[in-house]
């Protein structure tokens, strides 16, 4: 075959690909469902003392760096943030907040907490369970990424993926919300591999491992999380951070799922099939 | 202008969604039998962690430069009762503690009792339910030799702690502070009744004169003002029947997390 028919046969097509196995789907929603509720009853635990510290101690004496309360203005009250030395007026969401028709002090308002009301031993018993949920299918899914060969296919970048030209050229197209089509479409693009990466293999661990150092009983069975991070309340902080990265995360997350084809996303993580148009030679296709 | 149109949609459908299912969470929330699902991931948490502390590790000790300046108090600060104001003007010179239920021998031990029987000092760190934690330093008499000198009754399995203190205001008795733990933390090394705290007699904010310390689970479990000590073969008879103040306001009794 020549380069003229070559170019006179190619015609765009729209095929489906079969891109998430049932394994990936299954686990990505259950981890959906455990998160969701392990964020809103973790605020709801965070409540329970809105201050966050750093080391093997703190508690109200002692020096907090993040702070989230609500302060008397008046015949009113108003929230109020801190971060180290910077205080931030957020009454109306953080520190002081509306139930019932009324500005109540809470640290995460109502409507983000599970329950809604002030409930600590009901946010406990949510967390756990949805925690060891959360666990039970992380394993799940790290064993099926390795035997079946996920990771090194679908979420490891190629080296082609990692030189600096490959990386420039895909942050000034994700910057211009254009996304890769065609036959590139068939794998992720690294800057999204790369960020699964970080999820999978530091973000979530991190949250296991650092609420794991805040059980007294898990400390005396492995002491050395304490040495890792700093102590009992640091982990706290640690847990608290990495759990708004992973908000942050997933915010980033829907937002390019909408603007990169919500439907044929969603439907490639629901039914698994995932659509792209491919410029396809007759000749080669059988 | 399409997109526009279904993202709107796509995030009104999903508010709709997400209020319904906040209502539906509240219900839920106090729905028994999902509680009774939830709940099971408290025998899950237990069972794993004793398997890992099969070999009985200690809690982590620290050192004097750990101290928290400020240990802070929590729970009842000051009973309010006639029988402990009396108590606390005799310098507890009058306080006794009874140990008795399933025991061979059922003993009142005085303050000057324990304070002779042999001690053990820790720097511990002190875990709140809540989040926060605070460092101290507890002398006291480990639990597991004063379980010895009364001798535990064939079938004994939990110690229940009776406290002075009155945390919740009731007719029937049901505000008093007790708890219990199992033979496993009663005999760890680190369980003790501790009268002392950062080198001085326990304060009275901090449970004077006697406290329970159990490292290895969270502050709730740490009884103050003891006055009893009752070992029985199960808590089903007790105010909630649930083995403690807190859990029978919803709280795990295996604190260890």
Not at chain 2, 65 to 74: C, G, Q, R, V
Request: hydrophobic residues 40%; proline residues 4%; neutral net charge.
């Amino acid at each position: 075959m020549t380069s003229v028919t070559d170019h006179e046969t190619a015609q765009p097509r729209k095929i489906l690909f079969y891109r998430h196995s049932i394994a990936v789907r299954l686990t990505h929603w259950l981890n959906v469902l455990c998160l969701s509720f392990l964020l809103m009853s973790g605020l709801q635990i965070f409540n329970a003392h809105p201050d966050l510290y750093w080391g093997q101690y703190g508690a109200d004496a002692d020096h907090s760096f993040i702070s989230i309360g609500a302060v008397s203005d008046g015949d009113t009250i108003k929230g109020i943030t801190r971060v180290g030395s910077i205080s931030i007026p957020t009454t109306g969401v953080l520190g002081a907040s509306t139930v019932e028709g009324e500005l109540t002090p809470r640290a995460f308002p109502s409507w983000i907490t599970i329950p809604g009301y002030q409930d600590l031993a009901s946010g406990r018993r949510w967390h756990f369970f949805f925690a060891w949920f959360f666990v039970i299918n992380g394993f799940v899914y790290l064993l099926y990424g390795l035997i079946a060969g996920h990771f090194r296919r679908d979420i490891v970048p190629t080296k082609d993926q990692l030189t600096p030209q490959h990386l420039a050229h895909e942050i000034g197209e994700h910057a211009r919300l254009r996304f890769p089509k065609g036959e590139e479409a068939r794998r992720y693009n690294s800057l999204q591999k790369l960020t699964y990466m970080a999820v999978i293999f530091i973000l979530l661990p991190l949250m296991v491992l650092t609420g794991l150092t805040m059980s007294p009983g898990f400390d005396s069975i492995f002491p050395w999380l304490l040495n890792v991070f700093g102590g009992r309340q640091s982990a706290r902080t640690i847990h608290f951070i990495t759990a708004s990265l992973l908000v942050a995360f997933v915010i980033v997350h829907l937002v390019m799922v909408l603007v990169s084809g919500v439907w044929n996303n969603l439907r490639s993580m629901i039914t698994g099939y995932y659509g792209l148009t491919v410029e396809t030679d007759k000749e080669t296709v059988k | 202008m399409k997109f526009e149109l279904s993202r709107r949609r796509f995030l009104i459908g999903s508010s709709v969604a997400a209020t319904g299912l906040l209502t539906g969470c509240d219900a839920l929330v106090e729905n028994a039998s999902v509680n009774d699902i939830l709940q099971k991931a408290e025998a899950l948490t237990m069972g794993s962690q004793r398997l890992l502390q099969a070999h009985e590790p200690l809690a982590r000790e620290f050192t004097e430069a750990d101290l928290s300046p400020i240990f802070k108090a929590n729970g009842t600060q000051m009973p309010d009762s006639e029988e402990y104001a009396r108590l606390m003007e005799g310098n507890f010179a009058d306080w006794r503690l009874v140990v008795n239920g399933m025991v061979r021998t059922p003993l009142s031990l005085s303050l000057a009792d324990l304070k002779a029987m042999p001690s053990r000092t820790q720097i511990t760190r002190h875990d709140c339910v809540e989040g926060w934690s605070a460092i101290g330093k507890w002398t006291g008499v480990p639990l597991g030799l004063v379980l010895q000198k009364a001798g535990l009754a064939p079938g004994a399995r939990y110690a229940v702690f009776y406290c002075a203190d009155e945390y919740e205001k009731s007719l029937d008795g049901s505000g008093q502070y007790y708890e219990s733990v199992d033979l496993i933390d009663a005999f760890h090394p680190q369980t003790i009744l501790s009268y002392s705290m950062n080198g001085k007699d326990l304060e009275v904010a901090h449970g004077a004169p006697l406290r329970l310390r159990v490292e290895r689970q969270l502050g709730y479990k740490h009884a103050k003002y003891l006055m009893r000590i009752e070992l029985v073969d199960n808590f089903r008879g007790l105010w909630g029947g649930k083995g403690g103040f807190w859990e029978d306001r919803g709280y795990e009794w295996y604190a260890g997390i």
